[in-house]
């Protein structure tokens, strides 16, 4: 059989942009193959980047102003997916994530609530091509949180049949899913949580101390130059959301700017330079990692397969490497899948899934009682 061309889109909490990513797809669970093809980031436009961080932070807007943003960016998704098909044959099928603007996970006996801008039925017509968008609300519909979703993604694609291993993603927000060694019931064994913040509130706290004209730590070198500092860290990590148990999400409406004014102001009575700000945030996102590790996995995993723009910061990758003592840290490119382009990767694997009427959410990461199909697909017509 022909492998299925798919496109894969999505821009994360970071807001940095679209990735974009041209796969061929064939299989479908244990035999599944990507080979992707190629794979693009495609900035937003300061303008168009500026008013989605000042929605997603609380800013208030008309219904109209939100139909034309929704429809902004379904047209720089649309645009995305046609340049990446350039000098390849097209593509049959598009995923497409959209833009996290809100994520609220579910309480009590309550729904969560998730809402991705940049409507599917427009990228479909725009880019001429079967759109599916929509992935968290069907999971969310009967319980779930609708997120993490790449993790069963993962399980098929990077589980090892001796290896237990934790592929962490790390965003603006981490996630992480468990993969056991491929033996017996390892299926039923593969969990996956929100770990907490990733990049967030580095890059906030970048542009801060900046006053905006940098965006992000480059490797982790300025961190690098400093020292953290452990006291903060603790005190940081006794917050409610890292002892939650799994399955648990969360997005910027927790780690967001509010949470920077809240770790500036704790940071004062330490009276920490630039550098051991910015040491200290980082060492919060890897030990709140570690922790989640220690705390909710029956055994750590023999590997940790890293992958999103935090894998680049090498500073936070050697604390990710020291406080898991022995365990091996590498990035997912180091076992053949682009580390920079998992996610753009997870949702055409998702789209196609939904084409061919497989579930797609892992409910022991999710929290759903169930797997279900996920996404909603919209046909072209003219
Ligand atoms: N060379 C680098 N050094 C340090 N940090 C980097 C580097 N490259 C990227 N990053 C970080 O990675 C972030 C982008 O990561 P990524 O694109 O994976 O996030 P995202 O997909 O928006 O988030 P999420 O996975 O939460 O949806 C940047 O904002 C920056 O903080
Ligand atoms: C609501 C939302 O967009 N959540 C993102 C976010 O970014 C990382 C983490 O939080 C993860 O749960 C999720 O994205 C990935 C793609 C996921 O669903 O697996």
Redo the contacts with the bound molecule.
């Keep these: 059989m022909h492998p299925t061309r798919v496109i894969g889109l ?7 942009g679209i ?1 974009a990513a041209l796969v061929d797809i064939s299989g479908t669970d244990l035999d599944l193959q990507v080979e992707l093809l190629a794979g693009e ?1 495609y900035p937003y436009s300061a303008e168009l980047r500026e008013r989605i961080l000042a929605i997603g932070a609380g800013t208030a807007i008309s219904m109209a102003e939100l139909a034309e943003i929704d429809d902004a960016i379904a047209l720089a998704f649309a645009q995305a997916a046609q340049n990446i098909q350039i000098g390849y044959q097209p593509a049959t099928l598009i995923g497409s994530h959209g833009q ?1 603007v809100y994520h609220r996970p579910p309480r009590d006996k309550g729904l969560g609530y998730s809402l991705q801008l940049g409507r599917g039925a427009l990228i479909a017509h725009v880019a001429g091509m079967i759109t599916v968008s929509n992935f968290r609300v069907a999971d969310i519909a009967i319980g779930g949180h609708g997120a993490p979703l790449v993790p069963r993604v993962d399980a098929y694609l990077l589980s090892h049949p001796q290896e237990g291993r934790c592929i962490q ?7 992480v899913a468990y993969i056991p060694p491929r033996r017996d019931d390892w299926l039923d064994k593969i969990c996956g949580w929100d770990t907490g913040p ?3 509130l ?2 906030l706290a970048v542009a801060h101390l900046t006053a905006g004209a940098k ?6 070198n300025w961190a690098a130059s400093g020292t953290p500092c452990y006291l903060l860290v603790e005190q940081w990590l006794s917050q409610e959301y890292f002892h939650l148990p799994p399955p648990k999400s969360t997005g910027r409406e927790l780690f967001g700017v509010a949470y920077l004014h809240q770790c500036l102001q704790d940071a004062q009575a330490y009276q920490l330079s630039p550098a051991d700000l910015l040491a200290t945030l980082t060492e919060l996102t890897a030990a709140s990692i570690v922790h989640s590790y220690r705390t909710f996995l029956k055994q750590m995993p023999q590997r940790v397969l890293l992958c ?3 894998s ?3 500073y ?1 990758k050697q604390r990710l490497e020291a406080l898991l003592e022995s365990v091996p840290v590498v990035t997912t490119d180091e076992v053949g899948l682009s580390a ?1 382009f998992k ?1 753009a990767i997870a949702f055409a694997v998702l789209a196609y899934w939904r084409y061919s009427g497989i579930p797609g959410n892992l409910p022991a990461a999710t929290g759903a009682p169930q797997a279900v199909l996920l996404g909603e697909i919209h046909q072209y017509l003219f």
């Design positions: 999505i821009s994360g909490t970071s807001v940095d990735d980031t996290t993603n790390i965003g603006g927000i981490g996630n990733g990049n967030s580095l890059d965006t992000y730590d480059e490797n982790g999103g723009g935090g680049r910061n090498l936070l920079d996610e």
